[in-house]
């Protein structure tokens, strides 16, 4: 089995949910995103809390085959209460998601730890696996941080989300990647970035949330990077450009963006 390609929340944010499904649909891609819990101020999501979302939604996923691959945003804080997730797991159960986005802002790791060990026990009891995602901002930084929480947490639910985003801005390296338990790796995220670019948090978030650039369109290293991961993972295509809805419809950017991520793989298959 090779990639399998996902639509991620934010190449197409501006879409409501069965939306999203059908330009998933539409562009080619196996698999969707979508986002049921605010990534900071942003929301609320009615996928959370709107019976007539959830099942139009289905109802999307039903018609098109389009299947839903990850859910987002979990952040463990220091105040984080597993249980309050539970109407979030909920929903992503019934819509048949396989994987949870997790962000680490935590900076006491015991305590980061027994949280993300704990919600990885009610992602597993809903059918989903819970991928800490490393971000230079936060309190998991870097690849090396997220694989010393799920190493240490044990937990058959617990993985890692590689963004190339933040690979390439962060001290992840290829190899520390490539070190990563295969069996921890559940999906991962494209897009591109130019290789100079402003370190001040405050400027990476604003580049993640909204100034990616299309795969092959920066200076990210996609040979470097897919080679360090597992050949049989589904590839999120995250395009946050917050300036194109106005010029570019969602479905048209969907399509680029799964023709761009394409043609990256192919290219960094072509030179292995």
């Known amino acids: 089995m090779g990639y399998r390609y996902s639509l991620a929340f934010l190449t197409t944010a501006e879409l409501a949910p069965p939306e999203a499904v059908r330009a998933a649909a539409e562009a080619g891609y196996d698999h969707v995103g979508l986002r049921l819990l605010p990534a900071s101020t942003d929301g609320p999501y009615p996928l959370l809390d709107d019976d007539a979302v959830l099942a139009e939604t289905r109802r999307a996923i039903e018609e098109t085959g389009v299947t839903l691959a990850d859910i987002e945003i979990v952040r463990i804080a220091p105040d984080f209460d597993p249980r309050?997730?539970?109407?979030?797991?909920?929903?992503?159960?019934?819509l048949g998601a396989r994987n949870i986005l997790v962000?680490?802002?935590?900076?006491?790791?015991?305590?980061?730890i027994e949280s993300f060990g704990a919600f990885c026990e009610l992602a597993r009891a809903h059918g989903m696996t819970a991928d800490l995602e490393f971000m230079p901002w936060t309190d998991?930084?870097?690849?090396?941080?997220?694989?010393?929480?799920?190493?240490?947490?044990a937990h058959p639910a617990a993985g890692v989300l590689v963004d190339a985003l933040h690979v390439q801005r962060s001290d992840s390296p290829f190899a520390a990647i490539a070190a990563l338990d295969p069996a921890w790796i559940h999906y991962a995220q494209l897009?591109?970035?130019?290789?100079?670019f402003d370190p001040a948090p405050e400027a990476l978030i604003a580049t993640a949330r909204g100034n990616r650039l299309m795969p092959g369109d920066g200076d990210v290293d996609f040979a470097g990077l897919l080679a360090a991961l597992p050949r049989d993972i589904v590839l999120s295509v995250e395009?946050?450009?917050?300036?194109?809805?106005?010029?570019?419809?969602?479905?048209?950017?969907?399509?680029?963006?799964?023709?761009?991520?394409?043609?990256?793989v192919a290219a960094a298959a072509g030179g292995a």
């Open 103 to 112: 962000a680490g802002d935590d900076p006491e790791r015991a305590r980061m």
């Open 239 to 264: 395009i946050a450009q917050a300036d194109r809805p106005g010029r570019a419809p969602a479905p048209e950017r969907a399509r680029e963006a799964l023709e761009k991520a394409r043609g990256v």
């Open 140 to 153: 998991i930084p870097n690849v090396s941080a997220a694989a010393e929480v799920v190493q240490a947490v």
């Open 191 to 196: 897009c591109d970035g130019p290789g100079v």
């Open 84 to 94: 309050a997730t539970l109407p979030f797991l909920e929903r992503g159960a019934a």
